[in-house]
C-alpha cells in the first residue's frame, strides 16, 4: 500500500468513526426522551475491555477488548418486555448483512426467542432511519434475495426524524 492509499484508508476510518458517533449520538438522544416520557429504559451496552496500563496525567490508558461485541443497546419498555437492538449507519445506498457480528447475531436470536423486540435501527446517509425487526434483517437473503437491503426494501420500517428525536418506539 503506498502513501496515497494509507492516507485514503486512514481518512475514511476517520469519517466512519465520526459517522458511527454521531448515529449514536442520535439514538441516545431518543432513549434520553423515551426514559424523560417513561416509555423506556434503554442504555448502550459498554464494550468488555482490559486495561493493558496505568492511566495517564490525561487519564488515558492502553485497552482492549475482551470478547467479541454484543448488541448496541439493552432495555426494558413499558410493561416490561426486553428490547435489544443494534445501530448501522452506511454513507452508501445499501446496508450489508455482514456488518453485523457472529456473535451479535447469537445473541440477537437468544433475545427474540426469549420475547424480547430485537432490531436493527439502520440509517442511510442520516437521511432516512428504519428500524428493521431483527427476523427480516436476519433473513433478508431469503426475503430479498440477496444479502443487502437498500431503502426501498425497508420502506415499510422507516422511522420520522422530528424535533431531533428518533421516533422508533
Known amino acids: 500500500m503506498n502513501e496515497a492509499q494509507r492516507y485514503k484508508a486512514v481518512m475514511a476510518g476517520r469519517r466512519s468513526r465520526v459517522a458511527g458517533e454521531h448515529w ?8 434520553q426522551h423515551y426514559r424523560l416520557k417513561e416509555i423506556a429504559e434503554i ?4 464494550e468488555p475491555m482490559k486495561p493493558l496500563s496505568r492511566p495517564n496525567s490525561k487519564g488515558q490508558f492502553t485497552a482492549c477488548y475482551t470478547k467479541q461485541a454484543q448488541p448496541d443497546y439493552k432495555g426494558t419498555l413499558k410493561g416490561g418486555r426486553a428490547v435489544v437492538f443494534e445501530a448501522k449507519h452506511t454513507d452508501s445506498d445499501r446496508m450489508q448483512q455482514s456488518v453485523i457480528s457472529p456473535e451479535q447475531e447469537k ?7 426469549l420475547g424480547a423486540e430485537c432490531f436493527v435501527m439502520v440509517s442511510f446517509g442520516f ?18 434475495g ?8 425497508v420502506q415499510e420500517y422507516r422511522v420520522r426524524y422530528i424535533g431531533g428525536v428518533l421516533q422508533f418506539l
Open 24 to 31: 449514536e449520538n442520535m439514538i441516545e438522544a431518543a432513549c
Open 146 to 153: 440477496r444479502k443487502y437491503i437498500t431503502p426501498e426494501d
Open 43 to 46: 442504555t448502550k451496552t459498554p
Open 107 to 113: 445473541q440477537l436470536d437468544r433475545h427474540a426467542a
Open 127 to 144: 437521511q432516512q432511519f428504519f428500524k428493521v425487526p431483527w427476523e427480516v434483517f436476519r433473513d433478508m437473503k431469503a426475503r430479498y
